[in-house]
């Protein structure tokens, strides 16, 4: 019999949008560190499936718990390595656009 897995062990597509969602859901309730730990959870799982668009938006979650945490640094630096993971993307993206009226208003 072979020991229990962990959930990052079998993460499915499922599993990594709970966990996305769960981020989500503490940004619209305002818990900043609710909500950074959520999305580090997820991005900690980058490597089960890294094409997985869902870790870049785990990227920005962590930009935005940081900067609602009032950790600007932080925040700056995630918005800067979601910039970096798009940096090939249409510009004119609406989530790039709201990323960078979000990073200029810190």
């Not at 560190?33 to 799982?45: G, P, Q």
């Not at 930009?63 to 940096?87: M, P, V």
């Not at 709201?98 to 200029?104: C, H």
């Amino acid at each position: 019999r072979s020991p229990p897995r962990s959930p990052a062990a079998g993460a499915s597509g499922e599993y990594l949008v709970a966990i996305y969602l769960r981020g989500a859901a503490y940004l619209a309730a305002r818990d900043g560190a609710a909500a950074a730990n959520e999305f580090r959870r997820l991005r900690d799982l980058a490597s089960v499936d890294a094409t997985r668009p869902i870790h870049t938006l785990a990227t920005l979650g962590m930009a935005r718990a940081y900067a609602l945490s009032g950790l600007t640094a932080a925040s700056r630096e995630q918005y800067g390595e979601f910039f970096r993971l798009l940096e090939d993307a249409d510009p004119d993206l609406t989530i790039l656009r709201q990323a960078r009226d979000e990073l200029g208003a810190l």
